[in-house]
């Protein structure tokens, strides 16, 4: 596989701006027909964005934060399930940046410039919460280690050349385990069957006894035991996410207005969109909506310059910031997408349009961890002060 190397930010909102309206046309049918965007994502892989975080001495871009959630939110804006695909990918990428020995930083950020994907097998299903992590990464004879147990929600993985695997070892620390798609025993099964997200493939990963040698095993525990950013650069494509998925919804349903919709008769208008009362729920909307990208934009500024200078304070006003836009995100993608009925008319609700796929994205993306405790940690934050937990979800 080879793919182009972005050169700086500029070029990298560019090519995702162009990749956004290429991917749009098609998104709905791919939708409806649950069509896994295969070729899609190789034409992400090719276009050099899965490396712009690849580090300058690296060879890559090294792009801000900034730019990283604006590309994700174009391309949401467009397709969200095809906008979650890469979501881990970064993340993992974000890992070996922070864990990583030089020679595990050499070989895998060679291996994201030539546009190989990294997929995820992190939650497992049926434990006590989200935390307890049962997969075990044993030690083996030689130095490398066995990687045993079953995940699920594993985004990207069926799409992946590189599977991250999280994992517990002996002494039950946090790992990161590289696994390659097609390694024995490894088996990835498409059985999402989500009302939303449809095309993600967010299925099983079954991990048999696989050989991982030790080289491709990161100590992600110690990310932790220090100031840290892992959730924050996590959650911030999340938010970025769900606020692509309210410019998309509340763009399409002001195009079905324009050139679908028929006038109430009452209004005394000859348009729908004409209608003043139509009007002002356009405008409150669009309000919502661009105070959800102003606080994204301003929490991957603040993430940004908690990169520049990372200490207790700043990592802590960077996921205070990132939980706040993820919060107004969250409500804003699942309003607006709802609101699109409300606007558009009973026309709209008929399948064959399929214009609820926004509703279904919102809801479902939206679930992936509860804003209602971003909230209590926002609230710890402003009034007495306390610190945000350290961990991969805030």
């Known amino acids: 596989m080879s793919a182009k190397v972005i050169a700086d930010d500029v070029e990298a909102l560019a090519v995702a701006a162009a990749l956004a309206e290429e991917f749009r046309a098609g998104a709905s049918a791919r939708d409806s027909e649950r069509r896994l965007p295969r070729e899609e994502l190789d034409r992400l892989s090719a276009s050099g964005l899965l490396a712009v975080t690849v580090p300058a001495e690296h060879g890559g871009a090294d792009v801000r934060q900034e730019t990283l959630a604006e590309v994700f939110r174009l391309l949401a804006s467009a397709d969200a399930s095809l906008a979650q695909i890469p979501q881990n990918h970064f993340v993992y990428v974000n890992v070996l940046r922070r864990q990583g020995t030089p020679e595990q930083q050499t070989f895998f950020f060679d291996e994201v410039l030539a546009g190989r994907r990294f997929g995820n097998a992190q939650s497992e299903a049926g434990t006590r919460h989200v935390q307890d992590i049962r997969t075990r990464l044993d030690p083996g004879p030689d130095g490398s280690y066995v990687l045993t147990g079953v995940k699920h929600y594993a985004t990207g993985a069926l799409f992946a050349d590189w599977i991250p695997v999280l994992a517990r070892t002996a ?25 939303g997200q449809r095309t993600t493939a967010s299925g099983t990963v079954r991990l048999d006894a696989v050989h991982v040698p030790a080289d491709r095993v990161v100590p992600h525990h110690l990310t932790f035991r220090g100031p840290q950013l892992h959730g924050a650069v996590a959650q911030l494509l999340h938010a970025a996410i769900d606020a692509g998925i309210a410019v998309g919804a509340l763009a399409e349903a002001a195009e079905f207005v324009r050139t679908k919709s028929r006038p109430w008769f009452e209004s005394g208008f000859d348009t729908a969109a004409e209608d003043p009362l139509l009007v002002q729920r356009f405008g409150e909307l669009a309000v ?4 959800s990208e102003a606080l994204l934009g301003a929490a991957a500024r603040t993430v940004d310059a908690a990169i520049d200078e990372l200490t207790e304070d700043s990592a802590a006003e960077a996921s205070i910031a990132v939980a706040a836009a993820k919060v107004h995100t969250s409500a804003t993608a699942v309003e607006v997408a ?19 796929r926004h509703w279904r994205d919102a809801r479902t993306h939206t679930l992936h961890d509860p804003a209602r405790w971003k909230i209590q940690h926002i609230g710890r ?12 979800l805030l």
């Open 381 to 392: 934050y402003v009034l007495v002060g306390t610190k945000p937990p350290r961990h991969g």
């Open 338 to 356: 709802g609101a699109l009925f409300e606007l558009s008319g009973t026309h709209s609700a008929l399948n064959s349009l399929n214009l609820h």
């Open 171 to 195: 002494d039950d620390t946090l790992h990161v385990a590289y696994v390659p798609r097609g390694a024995d025993g490894v088996t990835v099964v498409d059985d999402w069957d989500g009302m």
């Open 288 to 291: 919502q909506v661009r105070a």
